[in-house]
């Protein structure tokens, strides 16, 4: 059974929450002309995202993180954007040397060991790439929705950053059902890992399917406690994370 089989549900209210995702993306692209970018992270939520920034011509980048670590099927949806989209997609990857030096340290599955190797591992590979996709820009787009866990249940349509950007979440008020909805009325290609039970998707080492009644998220970190679940691209206060990386990375011979 597809996922469009499983969650697309026409809720009350669907069309006035498109047309408020538009707004918010229209109004992003007015007040930071040139300087605003989506953050895809390629799952069905940014491809909504993407599509609504494309069927609208509105004057949004586009950018994406190619971790090293993603599953094939999502690193095969960053040139079906290109060609279905017809828009260009900035990629941003790790830099190879601290990627060599991780994995030679602590080994392939490092993510395993410890909370603050995972997390050494989610700055290499997300937060630093992240930095240089942001780098010059003042605000940027997500695919955030409050109802996607408990710590992003109060996620705003607009928001600062930690620094001083604004970021953008115009799905923030939109259902699972809404999501799929869409993509369904509007043949959004999507990721197949979707297809597999795998709502939110991320690193290969890093996603499970859920089963029945496990939570969204259920399938990121599975190993980890539930408040622990986040890589820092989504988190106020980064402070906890950085000394973390920068301490792994300072480590070189």
């Not at 991320?202 to 859920?210: F, L, Q, S, V």
């Amino acid at each position: 059974m597809t996922a469009i089989a499983l969650y697309d549900r026409a809720t009350k209210g669907f069309d006035d929450r498109v047309a408020h995702a538009v707004s918010v993306l229209q109004a992003a692209a007015r007040d930071h002309a040139g300087t605003v970018v989506q953050a895809t992270s390629l799952g069905a939520e940014d491809m909504v995202v993407t599509d609504l920034i494309a069927r609208h011509k509105i004057a949004i980048a586009l950018g994406t993180l190619e971790t090293g670590k993603l599953h094939a099927q999502t690193s095969a949806l960053i040139p079906r954007i290109e060609e279905h989209f017809k828009l260009p997609v900035e990629v941003y990857r790790p830099e190879a040397d601290a990627v060599i030096h991780f994995v030679k340290s602590y080994g392939e599955k490092a993510m395993y060991e410890s909370l603050d190797l995972r997390k050494g591992c989610c700055g290499i590979r997300k937060l630093e790439p992240l930095s240089r996709m942001l780098n010059g820009r003042t605000a940027w787009v997500t695919g955030l929705r409050r109802e996607q866990s408990n710590n992003r249940g109060d996620v705003p349509f607009v928001e600062p950053d930690d620094k001083g950007r604004v970021k953008y979440n115009p799905l923030a008020d939109w259902t699972w059902n809404d999501v799929w909805h869409y993509i369904a009325l509007n043949n959004v290609p999507y990721n197949p890992l979707h297809d597999e039970f795998m709502p939110s998707i991320g690193c290969e080492p890093c996603t499970r399917a859920i089963a029945v009644g496990e939570d969204f998220r259920a399938g990121r970190w599975w190993w980890e406690d539930e408040k622990a679940k986040e890589c820092g691209l989504h988190v106020h206060d980064d402070a906890a994370e950085e000394p973390v990386v920068s301490s792994l990375i300072g480590d070189r011979p």
